[in-house]
């Protein structure tokens, strides 16, 4: 249950500033649906742990720069929704306006706890178990998130962030074996084990600028499904993760939740927790508070040795990087109507290996699921594949047979046919679906077409988001944060992961984690191959068995425009540059032009002055006489004739330009 852990896996950022808050998000722990098993007799009656938003604000440039940021959220819900997120980023806006805090830079992930109260999305299918939507929930969750973001933005200070990276064994299992096995026996081959034992911790600490250190937070990031608490369970929790959290920040930190600046230990969900269970074998064992314990234990210990393991590499023995840039990339895609162009050559389509049945299904579906190194492939005909209308299956209403089966007659996993015409009929009444839908979502016989109701009971349009921090020295990705709105199986965490990795050149020892339930909830999304199983995974992949592909090719689109954001930047700046100079041009020519045009005129004036023609003066000769007056002016002459006033006209030019 150790740690595998070395020192080539820690890395040390530098030139981050992070600011972290946490703050009470539990709603009413009493005679209210509790959300995560589908159970009407759900509801909640008591409190176990209360359940917390945990925020980290990163930045670059100083903790008072304005520069790039992004937030991080994790919560103790058992997904963020779409209607969360967005009055979260409203109620952000009203207090620091509408351009700091925005939807493209927040990302609100959640740990998936199954005992937490319901009844806060937008859409009627997460709320019907709950009879409802719940404002006094709703309002307590959104607000508590805003207000941890709040703590976390006056935090804000200049740390040291080191990565560190170990496995955790013995915890979890695979809860869905048979599906899993369909994937092919190479790429299986390929991990050591078929669930996902990765442990990803960051460590956060104040500079060392006067005096030691002091420990900020941390954010560890493992996969598993926070049911230790069954389906009966009546407590108000944050399961497993919620133990480990506060046995980090109150035993071990001894952290004062009524302080806003207590050390914050956020215990996040990965996004391939999709068929990980913590109740495989003897882990399955005991009381509920038992298993909860057991697995919140083990999280907390491994963490703790990554932790402490971190704080002694101050200066590691592996990378030490500094942070130089922050990069994020948000997009909303429409699953529902999805073109994935997939290329027909061997290496994409199922590999050599791929088990019989999956060949069988290849061939007669001519479907892809690994769009992995696809683009370095040899140029050939491109074939497009489709997503369908969001629908779940039979196996669906069956629930998971680790996890809390429902026990409802006539449905079981791995269920390729109708159940009854009597569910048939009971879907068709509700919504109508057509043959092309049908088959669109085959082997899955459709229980309930959830996108073709009027509103949609679940949502079709997804948020996608990446966060991302570059090194200056050497240039390269320091970690990556991606937000999932799907639970993923292990195996389809995996094949996009690398399909990232390849699209953003990142090397292996930057970490990239997909952050599970973010953003919004749109069930689940496996393999190609583990669809075929139908398992109550495959039956909740909403959008057909191309959903992986569509992800994937939608992500690595959205991880392309990050790689391009910097020559988007510095296009701009030139372009802005070149108008300046341009404008600068413009005026110097303009006063160019004035100046010689005055020229011009004077020149004109002056040659006008020097031409033009003058009148003759004239003498007039008058008689001398006693009339004359005696004020004038007057000079003997030798004649008898005396020349007196001279009179002389000239004539004025005016230069009417």
């Given at each position: 249950m150790a740690s595998k852990f070395s020192r080539e896996d820690t890395v040390k950022l530098d030139g981050l500033a992070v600011g972290c808050g946490s703050y009470d998000i539990t709603g009413p722990v009493a005679e209210v649906g509790m959300m995560g098993y589908g159970n009407l007799r759900q509801k909640a009656a008591g409190l176990h742990i209360r359940l917390r938003s945990r925020a980290f604000i990163f930045l670059t440039g100083g903790s008072r720069s304005r520069e790039t940021r992004f937030v991080f959220v994790s919560t103790d819900l058992w997904s963020c929704t779409e209607a969360v997120k967005t009055e979260?980023?409203?109620?952000?806006?009203?207090?620091?306006?509408?351009?700091l805090y925005t939807r493209q830079n927040v990302m609100i992930s959640a740990t998936h706890t199954h005992s937490g109260p319901g009844g806060f999305s937008g859409h009627a299918f997460y709320n019907f178990t709950v009879l409802g939507f719940q404002r006094e929930n709703f309002n307590c969750i959104c607000k508590g998130i805003v207000r941890s973001i709040v703590r976390a933005h006056a935090q804000l200070k200049d740390v040291t962030c080191v990565l560190s990276r170990g496995t955790l064994q013995g915890v979890c299992a695979n809860r869905s074996q048979s599906a899993y096995l369909r994937n092919?026996?190479?790429e299986r081959h390929h991990y050591g084990s078929d669930v996902d034992e990765e442990v990803t911790l960051m460590r956060f600490d104040t500079c060392p600028f006067a005096g030691l250190p002091k420990p900020?937070?941390?954010?560890?990031?493992?996969?598993?499904?926070?049911?230790?608490?069954?389906?009966?369970?009546?407590?108000?929790?944050g399961d497993s993760k919620g133990v480990a959290g506060y046995l980090f920040e109150r035993r071990l930190m001894g952290a004062d939740y009524r302080a806003p600046d207590h050390f914050v230990a956020a215990f996040a969900q990965r996004a391939a927790l999709g068929d990980v269970t913590p109740n495989g074998g003897a882990n399955g064992e005991g009381s509920n508070f038992t298993r909860t314990n057991w697995s919140g234990m083990r999280q907390f210990e491994n963490t703790r040795e990554l932790w402490e393991t971190a704080g002694r590499s101050s200066s590691p023995d592996g990378e030490a990087l500094r942070v130089c840039e922050l990069r994020y990339a948000h997009v909303f895609v429409d699953f529902a109507q999805i073109d994935i162009e997939v290329s027909s050559s061997p290496q994409v389509l199922a590999p050599p290996a791929a088990s019989d049945a999956a060949a069988e299904v290849f061939a007669s579906r001519s479907a892809a699921p690994l769009l992995v190194a696809a683009a370095a492939a040899t140029p050939a005909k491109k074939r497009v594949l489709?997503?369908?209308?969001?629908?779940?299956?039979?196996?669906?209403a069956a629930g998971s047979t680790f996890d809390g089966p429902s026990g409802m007659p006539g449905v079981a996993e791995g269920q390729t046919k109708s159940p009854s015409v009597i569910y048939d009929a009971a879907r068709e009444l509700l919504a109508r679906t057509s043959p092309e839908l049908r088959q669109a979502h085959s082997p899955k016989p459709l229980l309930l077409a959830t996108g073709l109701m009027d509103?949609?009971?679940?949502?079709?349009?997804?948020p996608l988001q990446i966060f991302g921090a570059r090194a200056a020295s050497p240039q390269r990705w320091a970690f990556v944060l991606v937000a999932v709105p799907f639970e993923l199986s292990t195996m389809a965490g995996r094949r996009l992961r690398t399909a990232l990795r390849d699209v953003l050149s990142a090397p292996e020892s930057c970490p990239i984690v997909l952050c599970g339930l973010a953003n919004a909830y749109a069930g689940y999304c496996v393999t190609f191959e583990e669809y075929q199983q139908q398992q109550y995974e495959g039956a909740m992949t909403m959008f057909g068995p191309n959903t992986l592909s569509a992800l994937i090719q939608e992500m690595c689109r959205l991880a392309q425009t990050l790689l391009l954001q910097r020559q988007q930047q510095s296009n701009q700046q030139q372009h802005h540059l070149q108008q300046q100079q341009q404008q600068s041009v413009r005026c110097r020519l303009a006063q160019t032009l004035l100046l010689q045009r005055?020229?011009?005129n004077n020149q004109q004036q002056h040659h006008v002055q020097q031409h033009q023609p003058r009148t003759t003066p004239t003498v007039h000769q008058v008689p001398l006489s006693s009339d004359t007056s005696s004020s004038a002016t007057t000079r003997k002459q030798p004649t008898t004739t005396i020349t007196t006033t001279t009179i002389i006209t000239t004539t004025v030019c005016h230069n009417s330009r």
């Open positions: 979260v980023v409203e109620g952000l806006q009203e207090i620091f306006g509408p351009s092919p026996k190479e900020l937070g941390l954010i560890s990031w493992f996969g598993v499904h926070p049911t230790s608490m069954d389906r009966k369970n009546d407590l108000v929790t489709r997503t369908a209308t969001a629908a779940i299956g039979a196996s669906a509103p949609p009971w679940t949502p079709h349009v997804l005055q020229q011009q």
